[in-house]
């Protein structure tokens, strides 16, 4: 297990899981088996979170440019989600997860039956406080700050908001859920190196590990390992480096 340190583990982790289509291709298998082979690497990785006691975990599972894939595709993914949710959401509450969807919740693509399900796992984990795991579902995090936009201009035109007074923290405040604190730490599996619409805003000053390992042979050594590298690295959110650390580096 990699060395992590209790005691400086991230608030916030997001995951872009990513190369499920690979590990599929590379085994003869169709792309949609990939996904499916996703949810046990998922699952492990909910239980290394939980036992670092990370507080957030944000996994990008569908995103709002993920529609241009083809129709099978598509409908699988959609019919996963239902079947996974149906699956693992006694399981997930019993763990004491709050379950969170973040993400274009209105659009008419999403079937009803999903919604359903997606409501009954929030309603059902709501008072959950082991740790909160927030589903990025049609998200982009284009339409994320668009959507916060909109509703802060309506707020500006009905005169409960002055323009003069829209600051850095009033988008903060408009965003899918107020309360999700910045990830300080994304990872992204398969070897890319892109946010691909992943968390724009509140990834601001996040640390973005990258791996080569493809998302179904990630699991919770990696999610260590991750949050080990995240550790080392010197966080400065614009200031200068410290001048007593450059001495003794000297
Ligand atoms: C990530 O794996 C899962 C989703 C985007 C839903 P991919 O399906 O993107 O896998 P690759 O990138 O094609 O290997
Ligand atoms: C990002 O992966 C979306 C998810 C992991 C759900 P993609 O595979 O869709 O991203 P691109 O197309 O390689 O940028
Ligand atoms: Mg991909």
């Known amino acids: 297990m990699s060395e992590v340190d209790r005691a400086s583990v991230p608030v916030h982790v997001g995951i872009i899981m990513d190369g499920n289509g690979r590990w599929a291709n590379a085994r003869g298998l169709h792309r949609t088996q990939g996904h499916a082979q996703g949810e046990p690497a998922l699952f492990d990785v909910v239980h290394g979170a939980l036992d670092l006691g990370i507080q957030w975990l944000t996994v990008y599972t569908f995103s709002t440019e993920n529609w241009n894939r083809d129709e099978y595709e598509v409908n699988f993914l959609m019919e996963f989600n239902v079947d996974l949710?149906?699956?693992?959401?006694?399981?997930?509450?019993?763990?004491?997860?709050?379950?969170?969807?973040?993400?274009?919740?209105?659009d008419p693509r999403i079937p009803p039956v999903l919604?359903?399900?997606?409501?009954?796992?929030?309603?059902?984990?709501?008072?959950?406080?082991?740790?909160?795991?927030?589903?990025?579902?049609?998200?982009?995090?284009?339409?994320?700050?668009?959507?916060?936009?909109?509703?802060?201009?309506?707020?500006?035109?009905?005169?409960?908001?002055?323009?003069?007074?829209?600051?850095?923290?009033?988008?903060?405040?408009?965003?899918?859920?107020?309360?999700?604190?910045?990830p300080e730490l994304i990872i992204r599996t398969s070897g890319?190196?892109?946010?691909?619409?992943?968390?724009?805003?509140?990834?601001?000053?996040?640390?973005?590990?990258?791996?080569?390992?493809?998302?179904?042979?990630?699991?919770?050594?990696?999610?260590?390992?991750?949050?080990?590298?995240?550790?080392?690295?010197?966080?400065?959110?614009g200031a200068a480096v410290d001048e007593s650390l450059k001495d003794s580096s000297r």
């Not at 949710?85 to 209105?106: I, K, N, S, Y």
Request: hydrophobic letters at 45%; one cysteine or more.
């Open 115 to 182: 919604l359903d399900r997606i409501r009954s796992a929030e309603d059902l984990t709501k008072d959950n406080t082991e740790m909160t795991m927030v589903f990025a579902f049609n998200y982009g995090g284009r339409a994320e700050i668009a959507s916060a936009a909109k509703r802060i201009a309506a707020a500006a035109l009905d005169g409960t908001l002055a323009a003069d007074d829209i600051s850095a923290d009033t988008v903060a405040a408009h965003l899918y859920i107020p309360a999700m604190p910045d």
């Open 192 to 237: 890319e190196q892109r946010t691909s619409n992943f968390l724009l805003w509140e990834a601001a000053y996040a640390e973005y590990v990258f791996t080569d390992v493809l998302w179904p042979d990630f699991d919770r050594e990696e999610l260590a390992r991750c949050v080990a590298e995240f550790q080392h690295r010197d966080r400065r959110f």
């Open 85 to 106: 949710l149906e699956r693992r959401r006694d399981e997930l509450h019993e763990l004491g997860v709050c379950v969170r969807f973040m993400g274009d919740m209105a």
